[in-house]
């Protein structure tokens, strides 16, 4: 099945808008929070961080679809419309029920010439039954319809509703995906109710918005994908590791991706923030969540604030986060061991 892609703005490899970084590095993310020059220039860590087999195309490998753009007007930020598009595994089977993996910034995780590549990672994991048969959603953040679209260049920090969606400490964003997105995602197809069938990622803000989520609505959402999550003092992010020690535990699975060359919190005054120090406080947010008992792993690299390291391991992210799919261990089962392929398609009277 040929995949669909109808985004108009994939132009180029590069990566995305951009945390501010030093000078002379290229932008890669949202820009979010000020960050003093290096006395030297280092080399590039996130150049040791590249995709393998499991983000690129594979002979034989069935390919999903991704449909869309589709608009999803808002009442959680009147004024506002959400764009989306859905990924439709080949293996998707409309009479059985599908898991769900949403992912913020979408126009960034479904680039295929990106760092992350989702399309590809999907395909590959669910054709070698790795992770489940799963729809994916990628939804762009809010944005007024006078305002332009999010690019993989430009993430709308400066352009949209994003720093407020994704950066707010309160239900509106949750809203917008469990209120406003799952109704129309359920009229077209046949997603699981099980919570524990349905997650929800990000990198940067939309990391933090993922956690979000699923801490306000653990009923709906229960596993959370971050890479190089903005859990800093944007809007108050810096005190999710207090809130997670200090309240009932979730039934939330959650992984967590960082550099130590993460945004590190000094200013252009040369002054340290430590709540705006996105690998302290990702590692903050980790004990809080260890000591807590959460069902938690975390990968801590070199690279600095983007998707490098992150979309390097999203397959392995993935395997981990859904890694509790059943599984069949009849040694005579031949499904089980066979690649899954795609349903026949039955014609007419059939």
Same mark, same amino acid.
């Given at each position: 099945?040929?995949?669909?892609?109808?985004?108009?703005?994939?132009?180029?490899?590069? @990566?995305?808008?951009?945390?501010?970084?030093?000078?002379?590095?290229?932008?890669?993310? $949202?820009?979010?929070?000020? &960050?003093? %020059?290096? %006395? %030297?220039?280092? $080399?590039?860590?996130?150049?040791?961080?590249?995709?393998? *087999?499991? @983000?690129?195309?594979?002979?034989?490998?069935? &390919?999903?679809?991704?449909?869309?753009?589709?608009?999803? *007007?808002?009442?959680?930020?009147?004024?506002?419309?959400?764009?989306?598009?859905?990924?439709?595994? %080949?293996?998707?089977?409309? @009479?059985?029920?599908?898991?769900?993996?949403?992912?913020?910034?979408?126009?960034? =995780?479904?680039?295929?010439?990106?760092?992350?590549?989702?399309?590809?990672?999907?395909?590959?994991?669910?054709?070698?039954?790795?992770?489940?048969?799963?729809?994916?959603? =990628?939804?762009?953040?809010?944005? !007024?319809?006078?305002?332009?679209?999010? #690019?993989?260049?430009?993430?709308?920090?400066?352009?949209?509703?994003?720093?407020?969606?994704?950066? #707010?400490?309160?239900?509106?964003?949750?809203?917008?995906?469990v209120d406003e997105l799952m109704p129309v995602l359920n009229k077209d197809y046949n997603i699981s109710k099980d919570p524990d069938r349905r997650g929800i990622g990000g990198a940067s803000s939309g990391a933090i918005a993922a956690f979000t989520v699923a801490w306000q609505r653990p009923n709906d959402f229960r596993k959370v994908l @971050?890479?190089?999550?903005? =859990?800093?003092?944007?809007?108050?992010?810096?005190?999710?590791?207090?809130?997670?020690?200090?309240?009932?535990?979730? *039934?939330?699975?959650?992984?967590?991706?960082?550099?130590?060359?993460?945004?590190?919190?000094?200013?252009?005054?040369?002054?340290?923030?430590? !709540?705006?120090?996105? =690998?302290?406080?990702?590692?903050?947010?980790?004990?809080?969540?260890?000591?807590?008992?959460?069902?938690?792993?975390?990968?801590?690299?070199?690279?600095?604030?983007?998707?490098?390291?992150?979309?390097a391991i999203f397959p392995d992210m993935m395997r981990w986060l859904w890694r509790d799919h059943a599984v069949s261990t009849d040694v005579n089962d031949a499904v089980e061991r066979s690649f899954n392929k795609p349903p026949e398609k039955k014609g007419p009277g059939l």
């Amino acid at each position: 099945m040929k995949r669909t892609i109808l985004l108009a703005a994939i132009l180029g490899a590069t @990566s995305l808008g951009a945390l501010a970084q030093q000078p002379a590095v290229p932008p890669t993310m $949202p820009p979010s929070a000020p &960050q003093a %020059a290096p %006395a %030297a220039q280092v $080399p590039n860590p996130d150049v040791h961080y590249q995709l393998g *087999p499991d @983000s690129l195309p594979r002979d034989g490998v069935p &390919q999903g679809e991704v449909r869309g753009p589709y608009t999803l *007007p808002s009442q959680a930020y009147p004024g506002t419309q959400h764009t989306y598009w859905v990924y439709v595994p %080949a293996q998707y089977d409309p @009479s059985v029920q599908a898991s769900l993996m949403i992912l913020n910034d979408g126009q960034a =995780f479904k680039n295929m010439e990106g760092d992350v590549r989702a399309p590809n990672v999907l395909d590959n994991l669910i054709y070698r039954r790795e992770i489940p048969v799963m729809l994916a959603v =990628f939804i762009n953040p809010g944005r !007024t319809p006078e305002q332009p679209e999010p #690019t993989p260049q430009e993430w709308g920090d400066r352009t949209t509703n994003r720093p407020t969606e994704y950066n #707010t400490l309160d239900d509106k964003y949750a809203r917008v995906i469990v209120d406003e997105l799952m109704p129309v995602l359920n009229k077209d197809y046949n997603i699981s109710k099980d919570p524990d069938r349905r997650g929800i990622g990000g990198a940067s803000s939309g990391a933090i918005a993922a956690f979000t989520v699923a801490w306000q609505r653990p009923n709906d959402f229960r596993k959370v994908l @971050s890479i190089v999550g903005s =859990f800093t003092n944007l809007r108050g992010g810096h005190a999710y590791a207090d809130l997670v020690r200090n309240s009932e535990k979730k *039934p939330i699975r959650i992984y967590l991706q960082d550099g130590r060359n993460d945004n590190r919190g000094i200013g252009r005054n040369g002054q340290y923030d430590e !709540t705006r120090d996105w =690998f302290l406080q990702n590692v903050r947010l980790m004990k809080a969540l260890t000591e807590k008992g959460y069902d938690v792993n975390y990968t801590w690299g070199i690279g600095r604030h983007g998707q490098k390291q992150g979309g390097a391991i999203f397959p392995d992210m993935m395997r981990w986060l859904w890694r509790d799919h059943a599984v069949s261990t009849d040694v005579n089962d031949a499904v089980e061991r066979s690649f899954n392929k795609p349903p026949e398609k039955k014609g007419p009277g059939l």
